[in-house]
């Protein structure tokens, strides 16, 4: 005989409800006043009893905790949808544009983001191992391809994120705050690979060039071959002007 399904307690779905409705309403209120807001306030603004917080979140604490557990878990869904549309270093450069964006001004946030010893709880652990587990798999994709410095380390884009968050909010002005992340974070991009050039001393006086060499000798630029007559010096009249100018007078 196949038991019957459960039923739901009267008034499941609503406490659902109302649990979320206290949720959502804490992290507008927690980014907009901060940690120290009280839960009579967060009851106020989300247009129900303080009863009815107390029953979902005991304590300020608790419910701070389920505010930063949602916010990283939200970040986490969002690199999901960005991996699945985007090439691995716009991925990665991306997402960590949008965690500095959304943590701006929330130092709760950036210390879950820096494993902050302050939240040891099981809830908030679990989103902070999630959210540093994203972070590792985009870093490791934008190593694969190329477009990442192979000396990066998933501690370093956490740190890069917090201090991202804090250059943001503290600049009055948006734009520049945002343009000045990005030149931080162009720091972690893998150099070109370019071809090697000869080094020249420029402090050694010019000299002169044997047959076997290839190269100006003002600058190291490669010298175009000739099939016939004498072999050139310099790649053209300005590196010529330019060693003449340094020879010392007689």
Request: charged share 30%; hydrophobic share 40%.
């Amino acid at each position: 005989m196949t038991a019957a399904p459960l039923a739901v307690p009267p008034g499941r779905a609503d406490a659902r409800r109302n649990r979320e409705l206290v949720l959502r309403t804490a992290m507008r209120v927690f980014a907009e006043e901060g940690p120290e807001a009280s839960l009579g306030r967060i009851a106020q603004r989300a247009g129900v009893g303080a009863g009815t917080v107390y029953r979902h979140f005991p304590s300020k604490d608790i419910l701070l905790e389920a505010v930063l557990a949602e916010h990283l878990d939200a970040l986490v869904a969002a690199a999901d949808r960005r991996r699945a549309r985007a090439a691995p270093g716009e991925a990665l450069f991306g997402f960590l544009l949008e965690v500095i964006e959304k943590s701006a001004g929330r130092q709760h946030v950036c210390d879950a983001l820096t494993g902050d010893r302050g939240w040891p709880r099981a809830v908030l652990a679990a989103a902070v191992r999630r959210f540093h587990e994203t972070l590792e798999r985009l870093l490791r994709e934008g190593r694969q391809a190329g477009v990442v410095r192979a000396d990066v380390r998933v501690d370093d884009l956490s740190a890069l994120a917090v201090g991202g968050a804090t250059l943001r909010s503290a600049h009055r002005d948006h734009a520049r705050g945002a343009q000045l992340v990005r030149l931080l974070l162009d720091g972690l991009r893998a150099p070109p690979v370019t071809e090697p050039r000869p080094f020249r001393d420029p402090s050694s006086p010019p000299r002169h060039e044997t047959p076997a060499s290839r190269h100006c000798g003002e600058c190291g630029a490669p010298l175009p071959v000739r099939a016939t007559g004498r072999p050139p010096r310099y790649c053209g009249p300005t590196c010529r002007q330019r060693a003449h100018r340094r020879r010392p007078a007689r």
